[in-house]
């Protein structure tokens, strides 16, 4: 296993989480309303992409005989059908990796009738496309959920790394999507005392990490991989295993060196983002308001249907 790949499937702690129960009724309210809205949302879009994969009859020069195509055999070949069954090499993984630093924490700006955070809101829709995807595709689309998290500098002692942690995957069947609801802002790091540090943002700093789970994890024939992150790093880390400063020239870096060819979505939380950070986010999705979920579907769609053809 990789050394940045830690507590495969474990639970996050529910005594340092901020859960749903902590957070106060408006909070859970705001966030249970996200969740069966998205839900919604996100099943018409994957009824649809089962919609167009299912099975369909086409012309061929091979298959069953078309009795009614006979008369036309002196000039035409075709007199054959065939099922085009698109949907049964349809397997794919969304693996999402979820940014768990302290700046999360922020307020989702711009996002009407919402009291969460932006680690909130991903969490509601990391939920929302776990709940949908149960009962659209047949579980043709697997998720797996992994946290990106970086120590504070005085854990650092502690271990001079990033860490990517498995929370959540849909192929295990004794691991209950619940867990996502549980996700906080911390990395795997504790001092001698038991105290846990928080996270800042290692971002792509982990594509290494990210290209050997696709690789010894990931079963399916095809992967999508979504980054969601508030994009604002605070890692002094100049390259993949020292510390000193890290920059989204680096992560840029990190991207074309691990994520070539990888089908990815970027959610970007927070409206900290310029030109320049935006060409470093394939697939940019920026929720900074209410139309984030127009654009998050129409990504998703697009990128689903390229994977089936």
Known sequence: MSKHIVNPLSSPDRKTSRSLTDSGDSYKESYEQNVKVLTKRFKKVFDALEANLKPKTKLSKRGKLKGSRLHMYSYSNKLFTQKDDKFQDFNTTFVFLLDVSGSMNAKTEGVNNTRLSRLGLSKAILKALSISLKKSLKGKIKIEVLLKSCPESKFQEHGNAGFLSRVYSSSVSTVNPD???????????????????????????????????????????????????????????????????????????????????????????????????????????????????VR??????????????
């Open 296 to 309: 998050l579907e129409t990504t998703i769609s697009k990128l689903a249907r390229s994977l089936a053809q």
């Open 179 to 293: 867990v996502i609801d549980n996700i906080n802002y911390s990395c795997p790091v504790a001092d001698e005392q038991g105290n846990q540090s928080g996270s800042s943002t290692p971002e792509l700093l982990l594509g290494k990490a990210v290209s050997y789970f696709l690789q010894s994890y990931v079963k399916t024939k095809n992967y999508l991989v979504f980054n969601m992150t508030d994009g604002d790093i605070y890692t002094n880390m100049s390259s993949e295993n020292t510390y000193t400063s890290w920059s989204n020239r680096d992560n840029y870096k990190c991207m074309k060196k691990y994520f070539k060819g990888i089908p990815f979505i970027s959610i970007l939380m927070g409206y900290g983002f310029g030109k320049e950070d935006m060409k470093n986010h394939p697939n940019p999705v920026l929720c900074t308001d209410d139309k984030f979920v």
